[in-house]
Each structure stands twice: as structure tokens, then as C-alpha cells.
């Protein structure tokens, strides 16, 4: 093989100079090779940390995603730690100098974030304790950033008809979407929940092949609960699942998924959060929607229309009614408006 040619210049005296990366040059012939750090052994409390996600997603099933998320909180802040005992490092101070730091980002992270992530270093700290690695919960202590009270909001009646209609076609991807927007609406499932569904999930219907009037969602914690299909959502999936579901299907790999994708492939929750948002350009909503909206106004019109709290609790897969109960302060903000139009000596 030839040899490469030389790269010089030259210079205005007429003679050859070496151009840059000669042996006298620095990374040249003579220099000595950079060797990489190795890489930094964990700390005890990131040793730790390990064995409490671990915790999280066998012993408390919690999903992925989630346990991903408690990683992100975590293990900034106990890098900053550095070595040593948890009885040295997780202290109280330690926790309200991490929140003050946080605080004093630009740009500030929400009220929100700083409080998920006291709450998750509370859990990690609960976990030592039960570990015998701490005597009690240092962050137990460290108050969290007020959050500003707001209410979840619904669309109106009207507004979920006129996003429903805006997923209307004859193609595979729209009939898709108008099944998925349909079911959230139908079942008030968490997005997460509606694209986890696999088709035995859809349970009952009738003998000769109709859809399902009952699905199986996986909550928070991987808890089950069975929720009732309207008989509008199961035709939408019906419709779906005889003319849609299968040509996506032949675009991808063999999968047990309901709502797949244009490659055949399990939709994600961004990609369903999207199709929401097409929906509602494409209707020309003009409200703030969050992924939850669709749950948020399945609560909120079953309690306008009577429902009892428990029994939305349930289909929500609320562990607790007071959660639910924000939706009775909607419902009432709803009448108060009502009335003070309405009755005659209101105002």
C-alpha cells in the first residue's frame, strides 16, 4: 500500500515545515497516551438506592416508568452526599439545603417537582429506617413547598362530543384513534392504563363476537380493577378491531397490544397524548388539555349526573375517597355558577 502523503507548508523562507501532529507536536509520536479515569465505585447510599428500586419493583410493583422517575430524584442528591453512613449523611440540614438549592435554580423547578422530589427522598428514608440503616426518617421534618390548590378540569359535554367527532375516518389510524379516545372517555382510565391494555384484557361481550363491555386496567401499583365499557366505545372498538387493528398489524412484529401504532407496534403514551392533541386542534378547543382531561371530565359528569363518590373512587382506582372528592369541588363550582345565573335573587 502507498504511503500517505505528507501533509507541509511552506514557509516564506522556502523551507518544509511539519505541519500539526508531528512528533514534536503535542499528541505527537513522543506524547504519552491519556489513559480514561476509571470509573467512580458507588457510594454506600447509592448502593442503597439500588436496592430500594429494586424494592419498588418487586416487593411494591411499581411500573418502570416510575421507578425511573424515583432514579431522577434520588440520585442527584445523594451524589451530592458523597461517602458515608446514612445516620452521617441523610439528615434533616442535608435534606433543606438539597430543596434550597433546587429553589435557587434558574429557572425554578415547580412547586410540584420540588415536592415529588421531597416525597421521594421521604420513601428512600422510610426504606432505611425499615432497613435498620436509619433510626427514624430525617426528612419527616422538612416541610414541602405549598402547592397552589388547583382543580382539575373538565371538558363540558359538548367539548368531549366535538373531540370525539374530530377522530372520525375510515382509516386504520383514525379509527384507532377514535377507539382510544372513546375508551379513556368511556372507563376514565389514566392514559399509561389505556395504552398498557393487551386484547384479553377486554373482557365479557357477547357470544357472537361483540366487543367487550368490561376491560381490565392495571393501576398505580399494578392493581387491577374492572370497569364498565358504554355501548358507544364498544363500537368504536369493535369497528376498530375487525377493519383497523389488523392492517396495523401486519406492519410490525406479533404483539398482544390493543392500540397499536403505524409499524404495528404498541402506542406509547407521548404518541397518545398527541393523538389527543391533534383531536383537539383539529375540533379548534380552545381549552388547556392535559393528558388526564378525558378522565377528569368522565369523574366529573358521572357526579354531576348523581353518581355516588365511592363508586367513581372505584373506577378511578383511587386508593383514597379524598382524592375522588376534588371532583365534588368541580361539580359545585358548576352549580354555584348555575345558580348565580339563573335564580332571580342570586346577585
Do not use: C, N, W
Given at each position: 500500500?502507498?504511503?500517505?502523503?505528507?501533509?507541509?507548508?511552506?514557509?516564506?523562507?522556502?523551507?518544509?515545515?511539519?505541519?500539526?501532529?508531528?512528533?514534536?507536536?503535542?499528541?505527537?509520536?513522543?506524547?504519552?497516551?491519556?489513559?480514561?479515569?476509571?470509573?467512580?465505585?458507588?457510594?454506600?447510599?447509592?448502593?442503597?438506592?439500588?436496592?430500594?428500586?429494586?424494592?419498588?419493583?418487586?416487593?411494591?410493583?411499581?411500573?418502570?416508568?416510575?421507578?425511573?422517575?424515583?432514579?431522577?430524584?434520588?440520585?442527584?442528591?445523594?451524589?451530592?452526599?458523597?461517602?458515608?453512613?446514612?445516620?452521617?449523611?441523610?439528615?434533616?440540614?442535608?435534606?433543606?439545603?438539597?430543596?434550597?438549592?433546587?429553589?435557587?435554580?434558574?429557572?425554578?423547578?415547580?412547586?410540584?417537582?420540588?415536592?415529588?422530589?421531597?416525597?421521594?427522598?421521604?420513601?428512600?428514608?422510610?426504606?432505611?429506617?425499615?432497613?435498620?440503616?436509619?433510626?427514624?426518617?430525617?426528612?419527616?421534618?422538612?416541610?414541602?413547598?405549598?402547592?397552589?390548590?388547583?382543580?382539575?378540569?373538565?371538558?363540558?359535554?359538548?367539548?368531549?362530543?366535538?373531540?370525539?367527532?374530530?377522530?372520525?375516518?375510515?382509516?386504520?389510524v383514525r379509527m384507532r384513534d377514535r377507539a382510544l379516545l372513546e375508551l379513556l372517555y368511556a372507563t376514565g382510565a389514566r392514559v399509561s392504563e389505556a395504552v398498557g391494555l393487551d386484547l384479553d384484557d377486554l373482557l365479557g361481550g357477547d357470544p357472537d363476537g361483540g366487543a367487550a363491555d368490561a376491560v381490565r386496567l392495571f393501576g398505580k401499583g399494578g392493581k387491577q380493577r374492572l370497569v364498565p365499557v358504554g355501548s358507544m366505545a364498544r363500537a368504536a372498538i369493535e369497528a376498530y378491531l375487525v377493519r383497523a387493528r389488523p392492517e396495523l398489524a401486519r406492519q410490525g412484529a406479533a404483539t398482544p397490544a390493543l392500540f397499536l401504532g403505524a409499524r404495528g407496534a404498541r402506542v406509547s403514551r407521548q404518541s397518545a397524548w398527541l393523538i389527543i392533541r391533534a383531536a383537539a386542534e383539529r375540533a379548534e378547543l380552545d381549552v388547556d388539555l392535559s393528558p388526564h382531561s378525558l378522565r377528569h371530565s368522565f369523574a366529573t359528569h358521572l357526579l354531576e349526573r348523581g353518581a355516588d363518590v365511592r363508586v367513581v373512587q372505584e373506577l378511578l382506582g383511587h386508593a383514597n375517597v379524598a382524592t375522588t372528592q376534588i371532583y365534588t369541588m368541580v361539580t359545585a363550582d358548576t352549580l354555584r355558577e348555575a345558580y348565580l345565573v339563573a335564580h332571580p335573587r342570586a346577585r
Open positions: 500500500m502507498p504511503a500517505a502523503a505528507e501533509t507541509s507548508s511552506p514557509s516564506s523562507e522556502g523551507v518544509v515545515t511539519d505541519a500539526p501532529g508531528g512528533a514534536d507536536a503535542p499528541g505527537g509520536a513522543d506524547a504519552v497516551p491519556e489513559t480514561a479515569a476509571p470509573p467512580r465505585r458507588p457510594t454506600a447510599l447509592e448502593r442503597q438506592l439500588e436496592r430500594y428500586l429494586r424494592h419498588l419493583t418487586i416487593e411494591r410493583g411499581r411500573s418502570p416508568h416510575t421507578v425511573a422517575a424515583y432514579r431522577r430524584d434520588l440520585a442527584p442528591f445523594l451524589a451530592e452526599l458523597g461517602e458515608g453512613s446514612a445516620t452521617e449523611l441523610l439528615t434533616a440540614s442535608a435534606i433543606s439545603a438539597h430543596s434550597l438549592r433546587l429553589r435557587e435554580r434558574v429557572p425554578q423547578p415547580a412547586a410540584s417537582s420540588l415536592a415529588r422530589i421531597l416525597s421521594s427522598i421521604r420513601g428512600f428514608a422510610r426504606f432505611l429506617v425499615d432497613e435498620g440503616l436509619l433510626d427514624d426518617d430525617p426528612a419527616r421534618d422538612v416541610p414541602a413547598p405549598k402547592l397552589p390548590s388547583r382543580l382539575p378540569k373538565a371538558l363540558s359535554y359538548d367539548q368531549v362530543e366535538r373531540l370525539l367527532a374530530a377522530t372520525e375516518g375510515e382509516d386504520p
